[in-house]
């Protein structure tokens, strides 16, 4: 069965530090991956998605990029976080059918 | 483009009382529809989804949902709940055609009471 992990669970960082966030799923191969944030109170709000390694869509601009280094590997990063980029961030991976399957989650605070 | 509409951000129900969430979207193709269950500080879990077929259809934990084309609508039923659905719960549509991107509703926040 297919599984998806992301760490860290939880991460407090300052304002302007670094961030990198990962995302890996298993048994399964060239997964459609993405990268949603969910602000308290509001929905979900898609980031990034990519169809295969090195290929990376954005969804909005911002000050987060993604990466796919690996065919199950996606990398969430930022080179100076803002205090608006605090929020869930969710992976989630879809196989050839439309669903998509939700990770667990990392928790982001910036201070 | 594609929009979700939940229309009610909370709602209260007692335990063992039936429930209904709604949920209508609009969009100019075809698409499929799902919803999603987030419990505090996880991630979403999928409960049910319409790809096509019986427009009734059953998913996980005794949720029920009617893709209702006319009235673009995908409402999720629980005929009795319990404490333990208690949760925030997401509707979304995916464009058939357009890839797997999901498009989704702002929430609803059931709160069951004992």
């Known amino acids: 069965s297919q599984t998806i992990h992301q760490w860290p669970a939880t991460l407090v960082q300052p304002v302007g530090s670094p961030l990198s966030l990962e995302c890996t799923v298993e048994?399964?191969?060239?997964?459609?991956l993405y990268w949603y944030r969910q602000a308290a109170g509001r929905g979900l709000q898609l980031l990034f998605y990519s169809v295969g390694i090195g290929q990376i869509s954005s969804e909005v601009p911002q000050n987060l990029s993604a990466s796919r280094p690996q065919d199950r590997q996606f990398i969430l990063s930022s080179k100076k976080l803002l205090l608006s980029d605090s929020g869930f961030y969710l992976c989630a991976w879809s196989p050839s059918l439309p669903e998509q399957y939700f990770g667990p989650g990392t928790r982001l605070t910036v201070t | 483009a594609q929009s979700v509409t939940q229309l009610d951000s909370q709602v209260p129900v007692f335990e063992e009382a039936p429930v209904e969430l709604r949920c209508n979207y609009s969009?100019?193709?075809?698409?499929?529809l799902f919803w999603y269950v987030q419990y505090p500080n996880q991630g979403l879990q999928l409960l049910l989804k319409y790809l096509s077929g019986s427009t009734l259809v059953k998913g996980i934990n005794g949720f029920e949902a009617e893709f209702n084309k006319s009235q673009t609508s995908f409402h999720l039923r629980k005929p009795s709940v319990h404490i333990s659905d208690t949760a925030e719960y997401f509707c979304?549509?995916?464009?058939?055609?357009?890839?797997?991107?999901?498009?989704f509703g702002a929430g609803t926040i059931l709160r069951v009471k004992s």
């Open positions: 979304a549509v995916s464009p058939r055609g357009y890839g797997n991107k999901l498009v």
């Open positions: 969009s100019s193709v075809s698409v499929y």
């Open positions: 048994g399964t191969s060239n997964p459609n």
